[in-house]
């Protein structure tokens, strides 16, 4: 459903991403790992329509959707939970679930107000509280919410873990295991490796803005290499990451 | 005799508050202060008067023309000067000097469509009715300005507040970055913005002109000024700020006029600013400086 070719995105003259093929099929839970500054983050903004490629191309199912405005990719149901949340923190709750409904352009949602509020309780709760009053955590689940009412087709999120309680980011994993069994498919960048292979299908390791590695989950898991450099030390250690 | 100043500075501060609005809109949500309004003003009442005078039609449409020929000036405006300047980043600065030189070209037209007379609405376009009681004299026509100016502000709060369209103006006055991230197209809501911007300055061209029965194409510029003070009074981008710091400037203005002297009437509203800038730097209603770029309730 989503396929890139060779996709390269450079700010000025720095290359971040030089050359990416990856695909993603129906129904997949995709990892994106690697270290910071690998260009992970570019290669979705690129994905989402926030930077244009310098070369190659995105096909999103019959669609050659390279170079489209950001507006116009997510009305095509790519949605994107941007790194940090950005949640719009001066408007409630509430405004900012309704707001994804506009991303919807005729299709339909699996995900309603009340779908949402089911799945992240507590925003039904501080649902007339403005979105910025929320925690980390709170402000993740409603990025997720709010792109989940825009009835995704593919649901990409940026760093999720990031800055969140070991607590909270399994919540949050939990329910994207919730999402993926409904049908939903997800690709998900992490720098939490060991959490991402945990999670997912298949993953592509991203270095120097290049994909050097991919494969089913389970295998990359035990891969040497990337033991060596991803996965350092037991899960406390992974987890210590989590909470920095 | 205060009663009757009360009154009299009602209305003309809620002359002060529908020119503002429109301008506070586009501040609230491109933090542009953008100084083609006067001319937009000027362009909507000259079209509500041609409206009347050479198409000779009942000024109730006039004023729908006026709205509808600001709205797409506004339009123009956004497209000619300040696009592309938001296409590449350099709004905020740039905005002025651009929004500057569109208003000195539509002025231009405007003295040359106008032959730079000072031109008046036919006598009867508007009933002369006085009402009197309790010792007040009012003006059907005051009535009407009055009315008029709550009802817009109050529209317009609604529409921002209680609709989809003003829940996507909200987002993008937040972040044109996230708002298109969920679908929503920015162009689109900058077009409704200057649209409803230059729709409520070609009303308050219409009833500014009739209320002082004087339509020329400099008519803008003293509302301009004016309208900074409102802004910076309620609260920059802030529309009921808008609406109070408009009828409070309409007060302030009347009584200084009516008890003091007409001469110091300036000096008392620029100290005025002057003492609110120094004690509440964010207005009335303002409340951080980093909240001015939303549009606040």
Known sequence: MLTLNKLATSYGRIQAVREATLH?????????????????????????????????????????????????IARAGLLQVPEGRQVLGPLTVEDNLLLGRQALAGRESRHGLEDVYA???????????????????????LAIGRALMGGPRLLVLDEPSLGLAPIIVNQVFAVLQTLRQSGLTILLVEQNASLALAASDRAYVMEHGHVVLDGPSQNLRHDPRIIEHYLPSAEGGVSARAAA | ?????????????????????????????????????????????????????????????????????????????????????????????????????????????????????????????????IYQFWGLRISLLQIVILLLSLMLALALLLFLFRSDFGRQIRAVAISERTSSLLGIRPGRVYFQTFFISGALAGAAGVIIGLAFNSVHFLMGEPYLLRAFVVIVLGGLGSIGGALVGGLLLGLVQTFSVSYLSSSLSDAIIYSLLFGILLLRPSGLFGKLHIETRVVRA
């Open chain 1, 119 to 141: 799945l992240f309780p507590i925003l039904r709760e501080r649902s007339r509280q403005k979105a910025g009053t929320l925690s980390g955590g709170q402000q993740q689940m």
């Open chain 1, 24 to 72: 993603v099929e129906q129904g997949e839970l995709i990892a994106l790992i690697g270290p910071n500054g690998a260009g992970k983050s570019t290669l979705l903004n690129t994905l989402s329509g926030l930077l244009q490629p310098t070369n190659g191309t995105v096909h999103f199912f019959d669609q050659n959707i390279t170079g489209w405005r950001a507006d116009k």
């Open chain 2, 1 to 129: 005799m205060f009663t009757q100043q009360l009154l009299n500075g009602l209305v003309t501060g809620s002359t002060y508050a529908l020119f503002a609005l429109g301008f506070t809109l586009v501040f609230g949500v491109l933090h542009v202060l953008n100084l083609a309004h006067g001319a937009v003003f000027m362009v909507g009442a000259f079209a509500g008067l041609y409206t009347v005078t050479t198409a000779g039609l009942p000024l109730p449409l006039a004023l729908l023309v006026a709205m509808l020929v600001g709205g797409l000036i506004s339009v123009a405006v956004d497209w000619l000067a300040l696009r592309p300047l938001r296409q590449r980043g350099t709004t905020e600065f740039g905005a002025i000097i651009s929004s500057l030189g569109i208003a000195q070209v539509l002025m231009s037209a405007g003295q040359a469509v106008s032959q730079t007379q000072i031109m008046r609405f036919p006598f009867g376009t508007f009933p002369v009715v």
